[in-house]
């Protein structure tokens, strides 16, 4: 009992969080009436500098890592983001009044990993002292570009099936184009320049400072327009729904089990193992929707963009980080 306990109240704690509140205050005054608005493009620069901070500090830390111990937990997080794919190809593809199409591309959507939710995760396990690998946060391209991949080639495998054309699917310019999306590009940058060069003077005090009040802007933008894509969101299957509120954690959890087994082999820290499942329960919000929509162009943007921004993303964030928090507080 005294387990069930303290996880809960590790549960309630993380939720009073500054990120996660500023996550849940954004959805809140847009439920009131709020006209706040925050320009696009102040939106596209935050995420650049939250993803370039991440990756200069996990460019850093990689540079002086054991490439050894980063080799299982790189490997289950391509594994995880495959699985994922597969899952919502079996499952929510599947299911009475969904287009197969559209069920890939969520699946897809939500196999790809959210820059926010992962720099979200990062300072939920700072401000609670849990210590993670530098290098973690790194993980994001292994997990990111296998789910794209598939879920593009698993569609067009279908289109190309049920319109009768035999014509070959090619790998390589969905992986470019992966690659060249801005949030995959802005990290790899960053991890990079962290990796060749020495920028840690730039980062102790440029990126470091911001990086919180940044976050929490992105948090309250992302809370206003998860609020208003339940507009569209309402025109799909209610399907798409269910899948955005319940797979998330599922999808955190089976990261949070291969992650317990890295901690087993190699040494996987807790706060990795956490981490982990943090951007395995992550639905992208950059590069995956232009990526799903020139790979899928069939598929309803409306389904796929509206069950990761409107549900998929406030359940990752404010049930799914205090979670898996609260869990690797009983398990290790």
């Given at each position: 009992m005294e387990p069930l306990i303290g996880f809960l109240a590790k549960f309630v704690s993380q939720l009073q969080s500054p990120t996660l509140a500023f996550l849940l205050g954004g959805i809140l005054i847009a439920?009131?009436?709020?006209?706040?608005?925050?320009?696009?493009?102040?939106?596209?620069?935050?995420?650049?500098?939250?993803?370039?901070?991440?990756?200069?500090?996990?460019?850093?830390?990689?540079?002086?890592?054991?490439?050894?111990a980063m080799l299982v937990p790189a490997l289950f997080a391509a594994l995880i983001g495959c699985l994922i794919v597969l899952i919502g190809r079996f499952t929510l593809a599947k299911l009475p009044g969904i287009r197969t199409e559209d069920g890939i591309a969520t699946a897809g959507l939500f196999g790809a990993v959210s820059g926010s939710?992962?720099?979200?995760?990062?300072?939920?396990?700072?401000?609670?002292?849990?210590?993670?690998?530098?290098?973690?946060?790194?993980?994001?391209?292994?997990?990111?570009?296998?789910?794209?991949?598939?879920?593009i080639v698993l569609a067009s495998l279908y289109l190309k099936r049920k319109d009768g054309s035999g014509e070959k699917v090619e790998i390589w310019p969905i992986v470019k184009e992966s690659l060249q999306g801005s949030a995959l590009s802005a990290l790899l940058l960053g991890i990079a320049l962290g990796l060749f060069t020495n920028p840690g003077k730039v980062v102790d005090t440029f990126y470091e400072p911001l990086f919180r009040g940044l976050l929490s802007v992105l948090m309250l933008i992302m809370g206003i327009e998860a609020y208003a894509r339940l507009k569209e969101f309402r025109h799909v299957a209610h399907w798409f729904a269910v899948y955005a509120a319940v797979m998330p954690i599922v999808h955190g959890l089976i990261a949070f089990g291969l992650g317990y087994i890295a901690h087993v082999t190699v040494g996987f820290s807790p706060g990795g193992v956490v981490l982990l499942a943090v951007i395995a329960g992550s639905s992208s919000d950059i590069s995956g929707p232009p990526t799903l929509r020139a790979g899928i162009p069939t598929a309803n943007p409306?389904?796929?963009?509206?069950?990761?921004?409107?549900?998929?993303?406030?359940?990752?964030?404010?049930?799914?980080?205090?979670l898996y928090i609260g869990l690797a507080g009983i398990v290790f």
């Amino acid at each position: 009992m005294e387990p069930l306990i303290g996880f809960l109240a590790k549960f309630v704690s993380q939720l009073q969080s500054p990120t996660l509140a500023f996550l849940l205050g954004g959805i809140l005054i847009a439920a009131l009436g709020s006209r706040l608005t925050i320009p696009d493009s102040i939106y596209k620069f935050i995420v650049f500098m939250l993803l370039m901070k991440v990756g200069l500090k996990g460019g850093m830390a990689i540079s002086e890592a054991d490439l050894g111990a980063m080799l299982v937990p790189a490997l289950f997080a391509a594994l995880i983001g495959c699985l994922i794919v597969l899952i919502g190809r079996f499952t929510l593809a599947k299911l009475p009044g969904i287009r197969t199409e559209d069920g890939i591309a969520t699946a897809g959507l939500f196999g790809a990993v959210s820059g926010s939710t992962l720099a979200a995760g990062m300072v939920v396990l700072d401000t609670s002292g849990i210590a993670y690998e530098p290098w973690a946060p790194a993980l994001y391209p292994f997990m990111d570009i296998p789910a794209l991949v598939l879920a593009i080639v698993l569609a067009s495998l279908y289109l190309k099936r049920k319109d009768g054309s035999g014509e070959k699917v090619e790998i390589w310019p969905i992986v470019k184009e992966s690659l060249q999306g801005s949030a995959l590009s802005a990290l790899l940058l960053g991890i990079a320049l962290g990796l060749f060069t020495n920028p840690g003077k730039v980062v102790d005090t440029f990126y470091e400072p911001l990086f919180r009040g940044l976050l929490s802007v992105l948090m309250l933008i992302m809370g206003i327009e998860a609020y208003a894509r339940l507009k569209e969101f309402r025109h799909v299957a209610h399907w798409f729904a269910v899948y955005a509120a319940v797979m998330p954690i599922v999808h955190g959890l089976i990261a949070f089990g291969l992650g317990y087994i890295a901690h087993v082999t190699v040494g996987f820290s807790p706060g990795g193992v956490v981490l982990l499942a943090v951007i395995a329960g992550s639905s992208s919000d950059i590069s995956g929707p232009p990526t799903l929509r020139a790979g899928i162009p069939t598929a309803n943007p409306s389904a796929y963009i509206g069950a990761s921004t409107s549900i998929g993303t406030p359940v990752a964030i404010a049930i799914g980080i205090p979670l898996y928090i609260g869990l690797a507080g009983i398990v290790f």
